[in-house]
């Protein structure tokens, strides 16, 4: 897998990184990087981007409802190039509002889709073609804000709802298996929205981040909440699990990143990222898959790669 980053942007673009060639001189030195490619084919804001595991197609999901999918250039290209037409692949459409987050199944080579139009929907990587199945359909569970595969379970996805609440679904019976034990208090200022769900890569635990600053773990078997913390100063935006599964990586609206021990549940290291535009700050956190790099990406329109 190459050591590349690519970013989406309020911008309506998309731009890939090669990391390849960032080792500043000196260890403290932070390092400007020229983008090497930019992928235009939005109609407005792109809010998430995914890759395949392979690396070589990449998804992209904004406010215009669209999913671009694209073919990932070679990380060698020349950034002044004339216009490669193979990179874009095609756009899947069927979302009627923004599309907020997206996850690549290498198991079945599928795309899931959550939207800011109620549903979530399940796709074929491969090809072009309207969605295989679309889940909350009428609204029933509210509007989806987050969704992730369960690692442990092929078969499950979990979604977490702007009300707070979060479910696991089996993707193949599009039934909903289990509702996480949600401890929403019903006060009048209680902002009880979840910013981001994931799934850890090994075991059975789904970990939530909250606008109301708190990390909440469940086990996903019993649905029920196993520790929850106040995790930052402000909204928790993102979260990511490195590879191994023994770190987590949370991002907030405090500027802040922080990374836990899974195991003991307590920060080892926070530092400072991005500053502060328009009461925002961090909007994603993330690992590389194979290589020790960890990136941001904030409203202050830089990310930023950590080695």
């Known amino acids: 897998v190459e050591p590349m980053l690519i970013t989406a942007s309020e911008d309506h673009t998309l731009k890939m990184w090669n990391l ?94 959550c939207s800011a139009d109620g549903t979530i929907r399940l796709w074929k990587a491969t090809e072009i073609a309207p969605a295989l199945s679309i889940f909350n359909d009428k609204q029933e569970m509210g509007i989806p804000s987050s969704v992730d595969l369960v690692s442990s379970d092929p078969a499950h996805m979990v979604v977490a709802f702007n009300n707070g609440h979060s479910s696991i679904f089996n993707m193949e019976t599009r039934q909903q298996v289990l509702t996480l034990e949600s401890s929403i208090e019903t006060g009048i200022n209680s902002s009880c929205q979840i910013n981001r769900v994931i799934s850890h890569p090994t075991l059975p ?13 469940y086990d996903n078997t019993a649905g029920k909440l196993i520790h929850s913390m106040v995790a930052h100063l402000d909204a928790v935006t993102s979260l990511a699990v490195d590879p191994n599964g023994l770190y987590l990586m949370s991002g907030s ?29 961090i909007h994603d956190v993330a690992f590389h898959p194979s290589k020790c790099f960890i990136a941001s990406a904030g409203a202050d329109a830089l990310a930023k790669v950590f080695v």
């Open 20 to 113: 390849q060639k960032t080792a500043p001189a000196k260890k403290s030195a932070s390092l400007d990087v020229e983008p090497i490619y930019t992928f235009r084919a939005h109609r407005g804001p792109v809010l998430c981007v995914v890759m395949s595991s392979s690396g070589e197609q990449c998804f992209s999901g904004g406010t215009d409802g669209v999913i671009q999918t694209w073919n990932t250039p070679n990380p060698n290209v020349d950034p002044y190039d004339s216009y490669e037409p193979s990179v874009v692949r095609g756009a899947l459409e069927g979302h009627t509002d923004a599309v907020w987050g997206l996850v690549y199944s290498a198991a079945h080579q599928r795309l899931l889709s």
């Open 205 to 217: 635990i789904s970990i939530t981040a909250h606008e109301d600053r708190h990390i909440k773990f």
């Open 253 to 281: 609206h405090d500027c802040s990143i922080r990374l836990w021990n899974l195991e003991s549940k307590t920060c080892i290291q926070e530092f400072t990222a991005h500053r502060k535009k328009s009461d925002e700050s």
